[in-house]
């Protein structure tokens, strides 16, 4: 869709609302292209929610009532390791890992699900006062992103909120935050229903830069059934991010490159 000038102008003014094919000011983030390393089967039935990847394992949470799961992947063939179904009340959403344990998000329950990472058993439950959208952490505090602007930062053994972020861009708030990733200091953010990932600061919540992926999987790669770009891991040993989408056929390993 393609909107008149001045009515692009006055949408852009919005809170929340950004247009990332067109840079609106001079002070606006930059925006990073990428290329991509490598690329391996992911199963098309997984409506990916969270991404993890740590020490040559990949985790991951999917979603929708009655298909939700946690789950141990194995990369370079997306063949599903092991496997914890939710109960079909529960849409599940982000997932990150926190010391020795898996913490999984649900959309709209106001509840997470706590596994010890070697055996996948559940070992707990928390609970938070708005929508679970993504997770992760930076080593001392979890992350949680609810849709909008603001990501809170939660107390990883009571859940209470410490501080919020509100992520902004040039002054104007980034809402539609999704599925998190801490990597070097820095938080990475899916914006729901975009081709970007955003990079944001951690202290001040400005945004440092956009990676535009538009055009990541081919249209040879796929099926008809996709859903949008989702899904954030970082493999420290490489250097390099994974991510896929709701199924997706393909998970890729790639590197932010400049413009």
């Given at each position: 869709?393609?909107?008149?000038?001045?009515?692009?102008?006055?949408?852009?003014?919005?809170?929340?609302v950004s247009c990332r094919t067109e840079r609106r000011a001079t002070d606006s983030a930059p925006v990073e292209g990428y290329e991509v390393l490598a690329s391996w089967p992911h199963d098309p039935q997984a409506f990916t929610q969270g991404?993890?990847?740590?020490?040559?394992?990949?985790?991951e949470g999917t979603g929708l009532n009655g298909q939700s799961s946690l789950r141990e992947v194995e990369l370079e063939t997306g063949r599903v390791?092991?496997?914890?179904?939710?109960?079909?009340?529960?849409?599940?959403?982000?997932?990150?890992?926190?010391?020795?344990?898996?913490?999984?998000?649900?959309?709209?329950?106001?509840?997470?699900?706590?596994?010890?990472?070697k055996t996948f058993t559940p070992v707990g439950r928390f609970s938070?006062?708005?929508?679970?959208?993504?997770?992760?952490?930076?080593?001392?505090s979890l992350i949680l992103s609810d849709g909008t602007s603001v990501l809170r930062f939660l107390d990883p053994t009571t859940f209470k909120v410490q501080r919020t972020l509100k992520v902004t861009d040039a002054g104007r708030e980034v809402s539609r935050l999704n599925e998190l990733e801490y990597i070097?200091?820095?938080?990475?953010?899916?914006?729901?229903?975009?081709?970007?990932?955003?990079?944001?600061?951690?202290?001040?919540?400005?945004?440092?830069?956009?990676?535009?992926l538009s055009g990541l999987l081919p249209?040879?790669?796929?099926?008809?059934?996709?859903?949008?770009?989702?899904?954030?891991?970082?493999d420290e040993a490489n250097n390099r991010l994974l991510v896929t989408g709701?199924?997706?056929?393909?998970?890729?390993?790639?590197?932010?490159?400049?413009?």
């Open positions: 869709m393609r909107l008149p000038p001045v009515l692009l102008a006055a949408l852009l003014m919005l809170p929340g991404l993890v990847y740590h020490q040559g394992h990949l985790y390791l092991r496997r914890v179904n939710l109960e079909s009340q529960y849409f599940g959403e982000g997932l990150a890992l926190h010391g020795d344990k898996l913490y999984q998000l649900t959309w709209r329950s106001n509840v997470g699900f706590i596994y010890d990472v938070y006062d708005t929508e679970g959208w993504g997770l992760t952490s930076d080593g001392s070097h200091g820095e938080i990475y953010a899916n914006q729901w229903g975009s081709d970007f990932i955003a990079r944001i600061d951690p202290a001040t919540g400005h945004l440092k830069a956009w990676i535009d249209p040879a790669q796929r099926t008809g059934n996709e859903d949008v770009l989702n899904g954030i891991a970082y709701k199924n997706w056929s393909r998970l890729f390993a790639l590197r932010a490159v400049a413009r």
